[in-house]
Structures are given as structure tokens and as C-alpha cells.
């Protein structure tokens, strides 16, 4: 059975007997395996129990229409290549059966080489749709196989050392001198950075946003926003850089998750810390402009080249021109961008090399009015 | 009298780190490499605080001795602090910012590795919190 299964199943669908005994003498030795139906119904059960990879449908039949045998081959299997079979004159219908999920259309009388080339080519079609889905299961797979052994083989190890550098610091600190106090800060700087990006990492492998979603609920901006200068602020006082904040007119409430949101707010103004010269000035803007929140962050930091610029949202990206010293990985924005992406908003940026980059991110606000229907269906849930 | 602290982990060389600071810092402390033999040491003796993995053997074993440990009158009443290196399943941690997973009446839970500082002053809190609550009652 297994050669069998290698073989491509084809089905074809009309009420003419010698369309049927044509097209299966057509493809006679192809290596194909053929099987024919008079009528819709009973091409339908054959899609059941035959599972063609490709349908020959003849629009005009008695019984079921051509077009709504179509509709239930796609609505059972979607992945299955179906190409109708068309008279002169039904060419317009022929497009609508394309609307409807056909590949391609033969139009009668068609050649035997008319005939072949197109089954070669809905094959061919069928081969790379199945190989996109194999692949797709793939990268999936390759992805929770990738989180798995980055939170087993690298995180825990690196844990367990770290751990066990601090309790040698902690038993020796009465006989480290300075120098030797100096080297296990070094080790344990740069075991936190690594155990950083590894969490970094996994964030972006785990952030699932149709979770994300499930949490949704109306949030005040402002509180993401509060959250987020009280997380920054410390790195901020580290490097003596003034975040100066303009909150205006924030009135309406947003669709969406506090807590992401303010983890989102974090990466961007750690970023902007962090690309800030000592004793820079970052400005914070707030505000609702129609319907919209506005959110933007201005540094005077060492801003983005032109070539980096379009690549920086894509994650494990970072600018080659930035100096070595800085710790960054260059994930925080993808994250970012898919926490805003998942809360209907958008993230851009402006920026200069020397200058600094502006980061404008726009929210959906949801109208408070006393309108008793948005309460059962807030303003983004409903598409999704 | 040196309080009394179980440790259960699967982790052998993480135990080793954790131990070291706690009887550095004059705690008697004993430990498992796994659920079963924790919940058994738990049972042979008394302690005043726990320390529990979350992610031991084939999942969130911790979890499932956590719960355990609720339903056993005598046991829920030690304090338990979590530490745990499953950052991703407890969503965004705000630094500094406690969590309380609730497990038992008096918990906390903290990120592996853990400062020895930051180690200690857990443990001591959760100490005094459980010495207080036992007063109150």
C-alpha cells in the first residue's frame, strides 16, 4: 500500500460519460490514480473516502451545481487543488468558481496536452501546499523545541552557576581583596547578562498573543505608563538621564493588557535609556488625539541609521554601529511591537544617526460614552 | 535556636549554591532532590520554612507538592518561599515588586539565581511573618 500512497489521486467530476472516459484515458499511465463520478453527491463521498489531492468539477451537471460541489470539497479540505471544467460560454462563472477557492478553469473542448499540462500543474500546486503545511508544523515544532532546550540546557545550568558564584562570594567575603572581589563582579556581570538574554529569548518565543487577548479588559494608559517610569527609574537615576513627561488630556480608556503593555512601555524606555548619553533628557509624551492615544518617546541618544532602521522591530537584530559596552539584544522591540500589534495599535519610529530617535506608539482608545451596547463589545474585540 | 529549613530541588548544584549562603548565615538546613523524598522529610519533622522548586521531574511537580502540602493541616502552616527559574510562565516580573502565589497562607516567590542579600532578607520575613501569624492565633 505504501507505493500507493505515494501515487497523486484525481478525481474528476461530470455527467458526461465520455468527458469521464476521455480524461482517465488522458492520464493512462501517469502513474496517477484515477477515479471518476457521474454526479456531485457522489463526487462528495468519493472526496470522503478516495481523498483526491486534485477535483475535476464540471460546473453545469444535473443534481448539485458544479459550484456548490466546490464550496463543500473547500469547506471539507481546503488544501485540495480542485480546477472546473467550463463550457464557451460560461467563462464568467468560471471566475466566480475562482472566487470560490478553484486553482484553475478548463474550458471545453480542451486537448489531451491542454488536459495534462493542467493536471501537472495542480499537482505541482497540491505538492507545494502540502510541503508549506509540513513546513509550517515544522517551524512550530522547531520553535517549542528551541524554548524548551533554551530554558533546560542553557537557563538552568547557567542558573546553577550563578548561584553557586554568589554563595562563594557571600563564604569569602572576609578574604577577597579588592582585586579578586573585582574579578568575581566581572563573572557575575557577565552571567547576568547572558541569563538576560536567554530570558529575552524566551520571551519573544513565548509571547503568545491570542493569550494575550484572552486578558483583554478596559485599562487606563496612564497606569501601563506609571508602572513602567517606576520600573525604568532606577536605570534611569544609574546614568543620571531626566525622563521628562507630558501628560495631556488622556480621557478615554484602551482595550488590552496592563501588565504587557507596561512591559512593552519598559522595552521602549529602556531603550532609550539605554542609547542616551549620561545626563541626557528623554521626553515622554501622552496624549489622546481623536480617538487615538499617543505615546511618544524622544531621546537625544546616538539614534538609528537609515539601514538599521527598517530591521530594528524584527527581532534578535541590533545595529552594527552600536558600541560593543552596551548590553542589548535587540528583542525587547519585536516584543514590543507584537504586544502593541495585539492591542490594534502600531509602533513607528523617526530617527538620526548622533541625533536620537522618536518612538511613536498609537493605542485605540475606547469610547466611554453611556452607550450601553459597547459595554457588551468593546472596540477591537469584535475583529480578531 | 536555629530555625529550621527544607529544601527541595532537583537541581543538586543549585541546592549546593542556596545551602552554602543559608548556613553561612547560621540556618540549619536540610534537603531533596525530589518531590517524594521532600514531602517525606517534611512529614518525619518539623520545619519553619520551606524552599520549593516549581519545575522538578517531568512538569511543575513543585506545584502539584504544593498543593499537597495545602491539604495537610500541620504542613500548610510552614511558610514556603518559591524559587524558581520558570520566568516565562509567570509572566512579566516587576523587580522588586513581591509575588505571592498563594500556594500556602504565607509564601513568596523569587527568581533563580537569587542574591544571597535578597535570599536571606526572603527568608527572614517569611520567618518572622509565620512566627507572627502563629502568635496571633
Same mark, same amino acid.
Given at each position: 500500500?505504501?507505493?500507493? +500512497?505515494?501515487?497523486?489521486?484525481?478525481?474528476?467530476? +461530470?455527467?458526461?460519460?465520455?468527458?469521464?472516459?476521455?480524461? *482517465?484515458?488522458?492520464? !493512462?499511465?501517469?502513474?496517477?490514480?484515477?477515479? %471518476?463520478?457521474?454526479?456531485?453527491?457522489?463526487?462528495?463521498?468519493?472526496?470522503?473516502?478516495?481523498?483526491?489531492?486534485?477535483?475535476?468539477?464540471?460546473?453545469?451537471?444535473?443534481?448539485?451545481?458544479?459550484?456548490?460541489?466546490?464550496?463543500? =470539497?473547500?469547506?471539507?479540505?481546503? %488544501?485540495?487543488?480542485?480546477?472546473?471544467?467550463?463550457?464557451?460560454? %460560461?467563462?464568467?462563472?468560471?471566475?466566480?468558481?475562482?472566487?470560490?477557492?478553484?486553482?484553475?478553469?478548463?474550458?471545453?473542448?480542451? %486537448? $489531451?496536452?491542454?488536459?495534462?499540462?493542467?493536471?501537472?500543474?495542480?499537482? !505541482?500546486?497540491?505538492?507545494?501546499?502540502?510541503?508549506?503545511?509540513?513546513?509550517?508544523?515544522?517551524?512550530?515544532?522547531?520553535?517549542?523545541?528551541?524554548?524548551?532546550?533554551?530554558?533546560?540546557?542553557?537557563?538552568?545550568?547557567?542558573?546553577?552557576?550563578?548561584?553557586?558564584?554568589?554563595?562563594?562570594?557571600?563564604?569569602?567575603?572576609?578574604?577577597?581583596?579588592?582585586?579578586?572581589?573585582?574579578?568575581?563582579?566581572?563573572?557575575? =556581570?557577565?552571567?547576568?547578562?547572558?541569563?538576560?538574554?536567554?530570558?529575552?529569548?524566551?520571551?519573544?518565543?513565548?509571547?503568545?498573543?491570542?493569550?494575550?487577548?484572552?486578558?483583554?479588559?478596559?485599562?487606563?494608559?496612564?497606569?501601563?505608563?506609571?508602572?513602567?517610569?517606576?520600573?525604568?527609574?532606577?536605570?534611569?537615576?544609574?546614568?543620571?538621564?531626566?525622563?521628562?513627561?507630558?501628560?495631556?488630556?488622556?480621557?478615554?480608556?484602551?482595550?488590552?493588557?496592563?501588565?504587557?503593555?507596561?512591559?512593552? #512601555?519598559?522595552?521602549?524606555?529602556?531603550?532609550?535609556?539605554?542609547?542616551?548619553?549620561?545626563?541626557?533628557? &528623554?521626553?515622554?509624551?501622552?496624549?489622546?488625539?481623536?480617538?487615538?492615544?499617543?505615546? *511618544?518617546?524622544?531621546?537625544?541618544?546616538?539614534?538609528? *541609521?537609515?539601514?538599521? =532602521?527598517?530591521?530594528?522591530?524584527?527581532?534578535?537584530?541590533?545595529?552594527?554601529?552600536?558600541?560593543?559596552?552596551?548590553?542589548?539584544?535587540?528583542?525587547?522591540?519585536?516584543?514590543?511591537?507584537?504586544?502593541?500589534?495585539?492591542?490594534?495599535?502600531?509602533?513607528?519610529?523617526?530617527?538620526?544617526?548622533?541625533?536620537?530617535?522618536?518612538?511613536?506608539?498609537?493605542?485605540?482608545?475606547?469610547?466611554?460614552?453611556? @452607550?450601553?451596547?459597547?459595554?457588551?463589545? $468593546?472596540?477591537?474585540?469584535?475583529?480578531? | 535556636?536555629?530555625?529550621?529549613?527544607?529544601?527541595?530541588?532537583?537541581?543538586?548544584?543549585?541546592?549546593?549554591? &542556596?545551602?552554602?549562603?543559608?548556613?553561612?548565615?547560621?540556618? @540549619?538546613?536540610?534537603?531533596?532532590?525530589?518531590?517524594?523524598?521532600?514531602?517525606?522529610?517534611?512529614?518525619?519533622?518539623?520545619?519553619? /520554612?520551606?524552599?520549593?522548586?516549581?519545575?522538578?521531574?517531568?512538569?511543575?511537580?513543585?506545584?502539584? /507538592?504544593?498543593?499537597? =502540602?495545602?491539604?495537610?493541616?500541620?504542613?500548610?502552616?510552614?511558610?514556603? /518561599?518559591?524559587?524558581?527559574?520558570?520566568?516565562?510562565?509567570?509572566? #512579566?516580573?516587576?523587580?522588586?515588586?513581591?509575588?505571592?502565589?498563594?500556594?500556602? @497562607?504565607?509564601?513568596?516567590?523569587?527568581?533563580?539565581?537569587?542574591?544571597?542579600?535578597?535570599? /536571606?532578607?526572603?527568608?527572614?520575613?517569611?520567618?518572622?511573618?509565620?512566627?507572627?501569624?502563629?502568635?496571633?492565633?
Amino acid at each position: 500500500m505504501q507505493f500507493m +500512497d505515494d501515487m497523486s489521486r484525481i478525481l474528476i467530476i +461530470d455527467d458526461e460519460e465520455v468527458v469521464l472516459d476521455s480524461c *482517465s484515458q488522458i492520464l !493512462e499511465g501517469s502513474g496517477h490514480l484515477i477515479q %471518476t463520478a457521474p454526479d456531485g453527491a457522489t463526487g462528495l463521498k468519493l472526496v470522503d473516502t478516495f481523498r483526491p489531492d486534485l477535483v475535476f468539477i464540471d460546473l453545469k451537471m444535473p443534481g448539485m451545481p458544479g459550484m456548490e460541489v466546490l464550496e463543500k =470539497i473547500n469547506a471539507l479540505d481546503s %488544501t485540495i487543488v480542485t480546477v472546473v471544467i467550463t463550457g464557451f460560454a %460560461t467563462v464568467g462563472s468560471a471566475v466566480e468558481a475562482m472566487k470560490k477557492g478553484a486553482y484553475d478553469f478548463l474550458p471545453k473542448p480542451f %486537448t $489531451p496536452e491542454e488536459f495534462r499540462l493542467i493536471t501537472r500543474r495542480s499537482l !505541482e500546486r497540491r505538492r507545494l501546499i502540502q510541503e508549506t503545511i509540513t513546513l509550517r508544523r515544522e517551524k512550530e515544532m522547531l520553535r517549542e523545541h528551541f524554548a524548551h532546550i533554551v530554558s533546560h540546557e542553557l537557563k538552568a545550568p547557567l542558573g546553577a552557576v550563578q548561584q553557586n558564584l554568589f554563595a562563594l562570594e557571600f563564604e569569602l567575603s572576609d578574604v577577597l581583596n579588592e582585586g579578586q572581589k573585582e574579578k568575581v563582579r566581572r563573572l557575575k =556581570i557577565r552571567i547576568e547578562d547572558m541569563l538576560k538574554l536567554i530570558n529575552s529569548w524566551l520571551r519573544v518565543i513565548s509571547v503568545d498573543i491570542n493569550k494575550l487577548k484572552e486578558n483583554f479588559a478596559r485599562i487606563s494608559v496612564m497606569a501601563s505608563i506609571s508602572k513602567a517610569l517606576e520600573n525604568v527609574e532606577p536605570l534611569a537615576a544609574r546614568k543620571n538621564i531626566e525622563i521628562v513627561t507630558f501628560f495631556s488630556n488622556v480621557m478615554n480608556p484602551i482595550y488590552g493588557d496592563e501588565l504587557s503593555l507596561s512591559e512593552a #512601555f519598559v522595552n521602549i524606555l529602556g531603550n532609550a535609556i539605554k542609547y542616551s548619553q549620561d545626563g541626557g533628557k &528623554i521626553n515622554l509624551k501622552v496624549e489622546e488625539v481623536e480617538n487615538e492615544i499617543l505615546i *511618544s518617546v524622544e531621546d537625544s541618544g546616538i539614534g538609528i *541609521s537609515p539601514e538599521d =532602521i527598517s530591521h530594528i522591530f524584527e527581532g534578535f537584530y541590533r545595529g552594527k554601529d552600536v558600541q560593543t559596552a552596551i548590553v542589548g539584544h535587540g528583542i525587547g522591540l519585536a516584543v514590543s511591537r507584537q504586544i502593541i500589534e495585539a492591542h490594534d495599535g502600531s509602533i513607528t519610529v523617526e530617527s538620526e544617526l548622533g541625533k536620537g530617535s522618536t518612538f511613536v506608539i498609537r493605542l485605540p482608545a475606547v469610547k466611554t460614552a453611556p @452607550d450601553p451596547e459597547s459595554d457588551i463589545e $468593546p472596540v477591537g474585540m469584535a475583529k480578531s | 535556636m536555629k530555625a529550621k529549613i527544607m529544601m527541595i530541588d532537583d537541581d543538586p548544584d543549585f541546592i549546593a549554591g &542556596i545551602r552554602a549562603i543559608l548556613e553561612r548565615a547560621d540556618y @540549619d538546613v536540610n534537603v531533596a532532590y525530589n518531590p517524594k523524598d521532600g514531602f517525606q522529610a517534611l512529614q518525619s519533622q518539623s520545619y519553619d /520554612l520551606l524552599l520549593l522548586d516549581i519545575m522538578m521531574g517531568r512538569g511543575a511537580e513543585g506545584v502539584a /507538592l504544593a498543593r499537597k =502540602i495545602r491539604k495537610d493541616p500541620r504542613l500548610r502552616e510552614i511558610p514556603v /518561599l518559591i524559587i524558581t527559574g520558570v520566568r516565562e510562565q509567570i509572566a #512579566f516580573l516587576f523587580p522588586g515588586q513581591a509575588v505571592h502565589p498563594n500556594f500556602v @497562607d504565607v509564601d513568596e516567590l523569587v527568581e533563580k539565581p537569587i542574591e544571597p542579600n535578597l535570599l /536571606l532578607e526572603k527568608v527572614e520575613a517569611l520567618l518572622k511573618a509565620s512566627e507572627e501569624k502563629k502568635l496571633q492565633a
